[in-house]
Every structure is written in C-alpha cells, then in structure tokens.
C-alpha cells in the first residue's frame, strides 16, 4: 500500500515541485490549491485552504478511499510587501488566515488519521521567519508563528507518534515573487526604502534555489524516523540562521535594516 501525502499549495513553485517529486519517490500524493490543474503523477483537487468544512470533506473522502493518510505538508501561503502604516486590516487578515490559520485548521483535522498511521506534519516556514524583514513584516510574522505552532505541536504529540517537522527555505525561484501583493505607498515618509527593499527581496528569489532543493528535504524529513524539528534548506542559510540565533539580536536587526 503506498503511503499518503497530502500537500498544499500544489498547484505551483515548491509544492508542484514536491509533489512530483514524492509521486516519483512512490508516495501517493493528493495536491489542493485553488485553481484547476490537471496532471498524470497525482491527484489534483480545488480547494481553498480558507474553507474549513471542504478540506474536512477532502480529508475525509481521501481517507475513505486510501485507508491511511501518512503525512500532511502545509505549503500554501502568500506573501504581501509594503509599510506596516500602510497595511489594510483585510490584507493582514488575509496573510495570517492562509499562512497560519489554515494551517493549525488542516493539522487539527488530520490528526485522528495521522495517529493511526503514526504519521508526519511538515509545515513550511521560512528564513524570514527566524530573520525578520522590514517591509515584510506581517509574512515574518506568520513564518515565525508557524515555527513556535509547530515546536508546541510536536510536544502535544510526542506520546502518540505523529511527528512534527518545519521546513525553513531561503530564497527559492518560484512565481511567489510575482504573487506577492504590494500595499499601496500612500506618500513619500519612507522615500525609496520600500521601492527598495521590494526590489531587493524580488531579487534575491529570482536567483534562489531551485524548488527541487526543498522538495528534497521534505523528503528527508518524511522517510527520517526522527526528522529535525526545523531544517534549514541550503548550507547558507543554515549557517545564517545559527549566527542569527548566537549574535544580538539588536546587531543582526541593524545588518538586515542596512540590506533593505
Ligand atoms: N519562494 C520563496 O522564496 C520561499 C521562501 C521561503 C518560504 N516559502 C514558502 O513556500 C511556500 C510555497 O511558496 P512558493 O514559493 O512555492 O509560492 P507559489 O509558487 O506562489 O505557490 C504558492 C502555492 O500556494 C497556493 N495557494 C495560495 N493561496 C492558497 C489558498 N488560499 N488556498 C489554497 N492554495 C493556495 C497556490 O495555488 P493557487 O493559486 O492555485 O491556490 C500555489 O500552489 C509558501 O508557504 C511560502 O511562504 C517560499
């Protein structure tokens, strides 16, 4: 019987690319994003991540048919850049529903299923959420609640054998870039620095890693018997996130406030 992945945001960039990549691996793989697609490696189903009563429904019905659910990643999420004065209530709303709420909402869900199989939950966060970055303020917020979630949740569920893993990119080439939501500049305060920033992040992705990179260590993180509580994805970024951990925090805010 093959084993059962369920990942989010399989439509595009790091969740296709994993997608593909666990169906090669012999995984059984269900994908829910929103918008119709349609391949021949794994099962594609429509589906906001916002809509709690159809992703029970999906989990259900995947259930139903598979018999187990192994591991569920929660990988869909969006980004929005611009000035914290200038951010509108529905936009912050709107980042914190995708990036956590959805996520807390599908592993409460799965978690009957994933104590059977003595299964997996990979939650996707990010460097930005360990290193926070001006000018994206609400997303490092989500990724570092996500991280805190996820530490908690592995306790909770230690002494039932579900493991709980994060998965922490870098900089990675995908259409997030072109996805990300850009809050209106209202006026001049913050001169260039926005423009900036924005520019700068834009960048840095689109001369990121290649999607398959995470996808590998998604992998990792589902065939180890006792996967890493966060794992880094590249070796400089893993270097960057220790140093951010061991230098003050106040000299590690003063170099990212003079890269952005
Ligand atoms: N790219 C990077 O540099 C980078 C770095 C660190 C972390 N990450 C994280 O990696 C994850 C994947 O991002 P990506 O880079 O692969 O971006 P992407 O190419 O924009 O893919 C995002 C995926 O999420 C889905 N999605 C967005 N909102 C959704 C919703 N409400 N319901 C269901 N699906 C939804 C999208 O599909 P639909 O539009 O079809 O719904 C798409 O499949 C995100 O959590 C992101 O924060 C990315």
Known sequence: MNKVVIITGASSGIGLSTALYLSEK????????????HNDKFT????????????KKIIEEIYL??????AII????????GAIEYAKREDVEKIFEINVVSVINLCS????????????IVNISSVAGEIAIPFQACYSATKSAIENFSMALASELKPQRIKVCCVRPGDTKTSFTKNREKTEVVNDI????????????????QRGADPIKVSNVIYKCLKK??????????????????LS????????????????
């Open 44 to 55: 594609h189903i429509s589906c906001d991540v916002l809509d709690s009563e159809k992703i």
């Open 190 to 205: 913050y001169g260039q620095r926005i423009l900036k920033s924005v520019q700068k992040m834009e960048r840095d992705e």
């Open 225 to 242: 018997k006792n996967p890493p509580l966060v794992c880094t994805v590249g070796i400089g970024y893993k270097l960057l996130c220790l």
């Open 74 to 81: 929660n990988n869909a999420g969006i980004g929005i850049s």
């Open 109 to 120: 869900i799965a978690i009957p299923y994933l104590r059977e199989s003595k299964g997996k």
């Open 245 to 260: 951990k061991m230098l003050p925090k106040k000299f590690v805010n003063y170099i990212v406030y003079k890269l952005y």
């Open 26 to 37: 012999g995984y059984k793989v269900y994908g829910i994003s929103r918008r119709d697609f």
């Open 65 to 70: 048919k598979e018999k187990n659910i192994f």
